[in-house]
Structure formats: C-alpha cells, structure tokens
C-alpha cells in the first residue's frame, strides 16, 4: 500500500444480515474484475466474531489475488452483485447508498472525513482524498464501477485508470470538461447549445475589453473549483474589475467574464443517459436561489409547455454531446424573449432532484445507480402533481444554528406531504447546506401554502395566488346566474377568476383568453351563455382544458335555446354542459374534475355529498314525526 493511502473502515452499524457480513470480504465484481479485498468488512448487531478493529488501527492495503475470470458460480443478492465505488461521501453519496441499499447494491465511499454524510449508510468508507491519484487507484481495486458525487475529483488518475481497463461512469473525459467551466462553455459551443457570450480573461487589459464588448454589469468567474456561488463575482463598472479580479484570486487562478443575462428564471433539467447512449429527462423545475444558493426548487416549472420543451431539448442535446452513463444536471436561464441559455452542467445527481425521491416514479440517484450499473431506465416523470423542496441552509454557527434548524424540523413533521433528509454534517456554519425538506400535494397552490405554514409566514394573497379554475360570461347580465359556481369554488377553496368574456363582442379576447389558459394553470373552465349561446363551444375549440357550459334562462325562449346549441358541439370538442340556470351544479362538477386528481379535494367533496345525504334524511324524519300538514306549515313556502 503506498504511504499516500490512508485508509480506514468504518465500522458504522450495516443493514444487511450477519451471514452476508461473514461472506462480503469476497465480493464480486463486474467486467470479469473480481477480486478479493483484505478490508476487515463491518460486523452487525448481534454477530458473534469479534469487534471490529478500533478506528486508531489502518486496515492493510494489500490486495489478496483475485479469484479467476468467468468464475460465476455465486448468488446474486438484489438486483447486481457488482460493487459501486463513489469518490466522495457528502450529502448526495449520502443519498446514493440510500438507494442502493433499496436495491440491494454494496456502495463503497472514498473520503477525506470521518464522519461524512454517507458514512453511517454505506458498506464501506476508506478514509482518504478523493484528489490523491495512489489513493484513488488502490480505492478502484475493489470496485467493480467507479462514479462521482463530486465532480472536484483527480480526473487525470480516471482516466488511466480507464485505460487499465476500470470502468468510470460518467468517462473522465465528462469530468475533465465539467471541471473547467470556461472549457466547459468552450465545448457546449461547439456542438450549438445556446449559451451566454463568454471569453478568456488573463490580464487587466483583457478583462477591460471584455467589458467594453459586453457592457456591465459583467459577469467574472473562476474556471475550477467554482459552486454554490463561490467562484463568482459581479464587475458593475470597469472601476470595480481590480477588486473583483483580486477577489477570485487573481488572473494566475484562471478566470472567463460572462455577458451579464437578464433572466426571469432560472431553470433545471435531470438527465439521466444510459451505456447505450439512450436518454430520458425529468420534468422541468423552476430554481429558486438564496445568495447564489440553491434554496427551493419548484415542480413542475410555472412555463409554458413550448418553454418546457426547448428546456429538455437544450438539455438533452448538450447531455449528449459528452461521455458516459449516470445523471446528469443541466441549469438553465429563461429570458425575457423566451430564450433558454445554458448556465453550467454537473455530472451527477444535483441540488435540484431531491425532491424527485418522493415526486417521481424513480429518484435521481436510484436513476444513477440504473444508468451507470448498464440497468434499464426508470420513469422519470412525476407521480404527485406538485413538489417544492426547501433546503436548510445554516442560519446561524454551532448550538445555535442546530437549534434554528430542529426548530424548522419539528414543524415540517406537522405539515402534510412533508419529508425530512438531514445530511448529519458535524458542523454547521451559516448558508451551509445541512438537509432539505420536500413537499409533495395536489397542486402548486396547497404544496405553497404548506411550505408558508412550515416558514411561519402568512403570504396568503388571492390577488397573487394562481387560479386553478375560471369562470367566464358573454355578459356582467349573467353574474346573478353565474355567482353561485363562484360561491362553489370558495366555499372548496379552490382559487379562481371570474370575468367577462363575449364570443361575439370581444372574439379577440376569447381566442387570446382560450389559447393561455393552460398556460396560466387553469384547470377548468365554466363558461355560461344565453341567446346563442356560442361562447362554451368556442372556448373549448380553442383549449385542451376541460370546459363546463351553463345555459342562462333567455327571455325568448327560456334557455333551450342555449342549451340546445351547447349539447349540439361537433365532434372532437367536447363541452359539458348542466341543467338552464344550473351554475352551482357547474362548480360542484368542476370540484370534482379537480378532485379526480387531489386527495384533500376529494374528501371535501365526498363529505359535501354525504352532507347532502344527511340532510334528506333529517327532512325525512322530520316530515315523518310532524305529519305533513304540520310539516307544511313550518318548512314549506307557499
């Protein structure tokens, strides 16, 4: 073992079984590598064998031969018996082994800490730097594939360790580009993804014309070893380009400048690819950031769907220019003319897929084990219809800042929808990234209410909260009809609009009101007409959003006009349609379509039915013990 190795097991409490204890210190291994490790594996609860060595004693490093090739004749327990090695054991290694012991893969870690995040879940952690080439080589001997949770890793040791023959997932060439951000923009450049103006800074006079090229304010950044806003700086006249140049320390440290982009959003694309170069893509999330750090991540985004798609098309495209299987981050900007601009790539499960752990059919980092381990891929849409994830950040040092964040904790186990993943970092220090809290529910507006219960804050405003059903009018004589779906809806406390729009009078309107409703989340639509009626069929022709048509009692001929040319829609355009006058009946039927799809709104609306129940049968009993005549007198009007 060379003197740079410094190696030492763990020996944190394991989930497995004391017999596959005794039989783990031959594990093997995939590509035909099996080998044998004289790492002491960790003893369970309950085993007889001895303790395992004190965290004082180093293991020895020395490799036992390995077993020969083709030798097959072991059991697969859960779904691979290949072995995964991660260089790094943060919060998102943490959640890796979470995964994989779901799935019944040994997870081995390589890092600098003790007691980092992914040491009390996986099978293994060698202490020892993930940038340390010796260390790195002797770590891959007893891996059967080797990723990342930390692109910040000795790249050029992955690489000839690639060529010795051990697989690396993503390849080091990926880590080699993502390492370097200006190299980073050099090569997604090439291959057309729309990016930010960039160039090469590495003087005063070239920064000054950078700035005179891309106005300010100018975006200044590091190559390497730039995250969570470190590594960034902001030049707001050519007066400021000295500090902020000194600030990231200096040209010598290897700087870019960026064109400033004024973006509405930013937003984030999963991608996860295959071995076979096969990809799929999670949902689109708005990032919502706190001092240059990640701090809620919505889902799905609040775009339109033609945002939604030049987003995954961006981001699949650029995925696909690199090498090598897992998943993949793409971050993006939205601006105001509705371009979508790359900001920066990781290779790895990121800040912005944690919530997919509880939203998606299949989490980010069960998707990386599948990519990297040659597995098909899981689905990645979204299995809750809306999630916020707020990470907790440090807000104060020490006793303190734990007490702010338990604080936070013990309120998220009170809120619906709510999970807990705290990371156990020893230390907290202000803005650090200590855990996350996810909020999955029936809608963006109940997972937002839920998440301004968690922070304490009343930020309830009906002016500001997005309407999840309308209810429109030819004309402002239709209100008296119309108000009682309005009295429907709130009475749900379902959010809504309600204005006047005239298939005849305002066309314009109606086909520019119908065309962004699915845009704006608009989930049904109540439309009501008189006279001819064409305002509900209109509407419907123009939107994939449900409409329900109310027909209003007309003078002529008391609404069978306009229930008649309601009903009479032409195929392919679906319109529901109730009784003349019915308005309640429309947002009782609109509750329901909501409901179809929202647990909370279901029960509220199965306990209005059976409250209608209730109340026929009180009628009924009281018509029954009063007689009717009695009854008639005290309950009926004449």
């Not at 730097?129 to 080589?137: E, R």
Request: glycine share 8%; charged share 20%; proline share 6%.
């Amino acid at each position: 073992m060379t003197g740079s190795m410094h190696a030492r097991l763990l020996a944190a409490p394991s989930h497995g079984s004391a017999s596959a204890a005794a039989s783990s210190s031959s594990l093997p291994f995939a590509a035909g590598r099996p080998c044998r490790s004289s790492w002491r594996p960790r003893h369970h609860r309950g085993h007889t064998s001895p303790p395992p060595p004190p965290l004082s004693l180093r293991a020895s490093a020395s490799m036992q031969p390995a077993a020969p090739e083709g030798h097959t004749d072991r059991t697969v327990h859960g779904v691979t018996s290949t072995v995964v090695g991660v260089l790094g054991g943060g919060q998102l290694g943490k959640m890796l082994c979470q995964a994989a012991s779901q799935m019944g893969v040994k997870m081995v870690i390589l890092d600098p800490l003790e007691n980092c995040p992914a040491s009390s879940v996986c099978h293994d952690h060698v202490i020892g730097s993930f940038n340390d080439g010796d260390t790195v080589s002797e770590f891959a001997k007893r891996c059967g594939v080797l990723t990342v949770e930390i692109e910040h890793v000795d790249a050029v040791t992955l690489e000839k360790l690639e060529k010795q023959g051990i697989d690396c997932e993503p390849k080091a060439s990926t880590i080699m580009i993502i390492q370097d951000k200006y190299r980073q923009k050099t090569h997604f450049s090439k291959f057309g993804i729309p990016l930010p103006d960039f160039v090469e800074v590495d003087t005063l006079s070239s920064i000054e014309k950078a700035g005179e090229m891309f106005g300010y304010p100018l975006m200044v950044k590091s190559k390497r070893l730039a995250y969570d806003g470190r590594g960034n700086a902001i030049a707001h006249n050519e007066k400021e380009l000295s500090s902020v140049v000194a600030s990231l320390g200096g040209f010598e440290h290897g700087l870019y400048v960026e064109r400033w982009t004024p973006f509405v959003k930013e937003l984030s694309v999963i991608v996860a690819r295959s071995r076979d170069g096969s990809t799929v893509c999670y949902p689109v999330v708005e990032t919502i950031h706190k001092d240059n750090i990640c701090h809620v991540v919505e889902a799905p985004a609040e775009v339109p769907d033609k945002i939604k798609k030049l987003a995954t098309s961006v981001a699949e495209k650029a995925i696909k220019s690199l090498e090598g299987a897992g998943v993949f981050a793409v971050e993006l900007f939205l601006t105001h003319d509705d371009q979508v601009l790359l900001n920066e790539v990781a290779p790895r499960p990121h800040n912005s897929g944690h919530h997919t752990i509880e939203s998606c059919y299949t989490s980010q980092y069960e998707q990386h084990l599948r990519a990297i381990l040659g597995l098909p891929l899981g689905h990645p849409s979204m299995k809750a219809p809306a999630a916020i994830m707020y990470n907790i950040l440090g807000e104060d040092e020490g006793k303190a800042g734990f007490t702010l964040a338990h604080q936070l904790i013990e309120r998220a186990l009170d809120i619906p929808g709510a999970s807990v993943h705290w990371y156990a970092k020893p230390e907290i220090r202000k803005q650090r990234k200590m855990g996350h809290i996810t909020i999955v529910g029936p809608s963006k507006f109940s997972v937002k209410a839920r998440l301004d219960k968690l922070l304490q804050r009343d930020a309830y405003d009906p002016k500001k909260v997005k309407p999840r059903a309308s209810i429109i009018m030819g004309s402002d004589s239709d209100l008296p009809v119309m108000k009682d779906a309005a009295v429907i809806l709130k009475k749900f406390n379902i959010p809504f609009e309600l204005t006047i729009v005239s298939a005849h009078r305002t066309p314009e309107r109606m086909y520019h009101y119908s065309l962004s409703a699915k845009e704006r989340g608009l989930e049904v639509i109540i439309a009501g007409a008189g006279g001819a009626a064409h305002l509900p069929g209109m509407v419907a022709s123009l939107t994939s959003v449900p409409v329900i048509g109310v027909p209003i009692m007309t003078s002529s001929l008391h609404g069978t006009d306009s229930l008649l040319s309601i009903v009479q829609m032409p195929k392919g355009i679906p319109v529901a349609t109730v009784a003349i006058g019915n308005a309640e009946n429309a947002g009782l039927l609109a509750v329901r379509m909501l409901a179809s799809r929202d647990a909370e709104l279901w029960d509220k609306s199965t306990e209005y039915q059976q409250d209608l129940r209730d109340m026929v049968l009180e009628k009924a009993k009281r018509l029954e013990e009063l007689g009717w005549e009695e009854y008639s007198k005290l309950y009926l009007k004449h």
